[in-house]
């Protein structure tokens, strides 16, 4: 079952959560991003996602799988928003389980990181001005939703 996915639809993180749920799991951490009203001091209205999909969906796999790794993850799972995005709208979910709560604090920290960092996803922030911007992975703030 794949670990990392892109979704045209609202994030429900109730069946992703579940998955979390091992019997050789003590702990779990999940984060959400979700889309703010400002960004570099300029509101914002909205944004749109896109995302080169095939190499998005395997570079996220690989960092999931280097955090099960690196972390001695149980398990671990990222679905990522493409399209349209209202304000408040959750843009990225990261969720992980592992026998000991730091581990899963840790994870969670690395696996947004470098999810915004690499993976190839593209945010175009519409604003209030009537102006509009692309950002892109590794440059200043990537995603938008997570700082």
């Known amino acids: 079952m794949k670990r990392f996915a ?3 639809v609202p994030i429900d993180v109730e069946p992703l ?19 703010r009203d400002h960004n570099d001091g300029r509101p914002v209205r909205g944004l749109r996602y896109e995302a080169y999909a095939g190499l ?13 790794r690196r972390f001695a993850l149980v398990e671990a799972c ?13 843009a990225v979910w990261v969720g992980v389980s592992a026998a000991h709560r730091a581990a899963t604090f840790d994870a969670c920290r690395f696996i947004i990181d470098e999810v915004k960092l690499h993976v190839p ?3 175009h ?20 939703t997570t700082r």
């Open 6 to 8: 892109l979704s045209e």
């Open 17 to 35: 959560h579940a998955r979390l749920r091992r019997a050789d799991a003590g702990a779990c951490s999940s984060f959400e991003g979700w889309v």
């Open 56 to 68: 998005a969906e395997a570079e996220g796999e690989r960092i999931l799988d280097e955090a099960m």
């Open 78 to 90: 990222c679905v990522h928003r493409v399209g349209e995005l209202e304000l408040g709208e959750l």
């Open 121 to 123: 996803i593209w945010k």
């Open 125 to 144: 922030e519409r604003y209030a001005d009537g102006d509009a911007q692309w950002l892109h992975p590794g440059a200043g703030d990537a995603g938008g």
